[in-house]
């Protein structure tokens, strides 16, 4: 993966490998620090890269400083407008994902989270697929649990959480899998390494709350409305044991990076008739429109970034 040629770092636009901190760093040693994810997508009919709900995806982002005391004169809109600017400066003509950390800068020993220097990083590089088996994925359930909300709280994005992920997504990359499923301390279904869930049963969509410690996750939210208003689906929001996804007619996974990712079986046993579904399938597709700028009803999620 080709490293980005520039960064937004410490309030300004600079070349990337100027962006740097120092290996004492609280971030880098005690995971003291908050990210985030967002999709550009290049519309070539249009000539246009479209920033994908950046409003919301940096209304979460402060959200998940805010659970790290961090403290910032930044608003939503500012940091969208900082985005639109490196990406210009990036010259994107391809789709891309922009990765926002905000993160304790400093350089000291000992463990807190108040009293300390928040700063704010953003980095873009050009992004395609996470899963790269995205129509047919294969997952297992992870002998891992999702960390609680009374440890790390899963619904902010904070960077030291994620090690839970590491262990998850390698464990069932090196037994073959495609991806894992993670089961919470109450013993159902929570969320994927990375990603929101999503089973279908008897015509009805169903996905865990967000006080089943998953990430409130701003794909989630799209997939479950335009589930709702283009294809006409009951979505309903409740706790899932571990054994309806081994009966359910379809399952897929979302995300920023995931997008829709269709699961076609779950440890070794074929979901539905083993194929990506036509719910799934639809839904990918309306989704597609959606994040290209080419529906026009959703047009007010997709923020261009060159005028």
């Known amino acids: 993966m080709a490293l980005p040629n520039y960064a937004y770092f410490k309030g300004s636009i600079v070349p990337y490998g100027e962006a740097k901190v120092g290996v004492l760093n609280h971030a880098l040693n005690y995971g003291t620090a908050v990210f985030g994810g967002i999709r550009a997508y290049w519309n070539g009919d249009s000539e246009q890269l479209y920033l994908f709900r950046p409003i ?23 940091l969208t407008k900082v985005t639109i600017n490196l990406l210009k400066e990036e010259g994107f003509r391809c789709n891309a994902y922009v990765r926002p950390l905000a993160y304790k800068a400093d ?14 990083a953003i980095v873009s590089l050009p992004f395609e697929r996470y899963v790269s088996n995205d129509t047919n994925a ?7 649990r999702r960390v609680d909300d009374n440890v790390i709280p899963a619904r902010g994005k904070i960077s030291g959480a994620y090690v ?25 279904v929570s969320e994927g390494s990375a990603e929101n869930i999503f089973m279908l049963r008897d015509g009805v969509l169903i ?19 335009l589930a709702r208003s283009e294809l006409g689906l009951t979505v309903v929001e409740r706790q899932i044991d571990r054994t309806e996804v081994y009966i359910c007619d379809e399952f897929f996974m979302t995300g920023t990076a995931a997008q829709i990712t269709a699961v076609t079986r779950v440890d070794h046993r074929p979901i539905g008739s083993g194929q990506m579904g036509p719910v799934t399938t639809q839904l990918r597709g309306v989704f597609e429109d959606v994040v290209y700028g080419r529906n026009s009803e959703y047009r007010h999620w997709n923020v261009p970034v060159y005028v």
């Open 138 to 144: 294969h997952v297992t359930f992870s002998s891992w």
């Open 207 to 225: 996905t865990p709350p967000v006080t089943d410690n998953i990430l409130e996750g701003i794909t989630r939210r799209t997939a479950m409305e």
């Open 107 to 120: 350089e000291i020993i000992g463990v807190k989270l108040h009293d300390l220097q928040d700063e704010i």
């Open 164 to 188: 839970n992920s590491a262990f998850i997504k390698t464990d069932a990359l090196r037994s073959g899998f495609d991806e894992a499923l993670v089961l919470n301390e109450d013993g159902h």
């Open 56 to 78: 919301d995806h940096y209304k979460r982002f402060l959200s998940s400083a805010k659970l790290l005391c961090m403290e910032f004169d930044n608003t939503p809109e500012s």
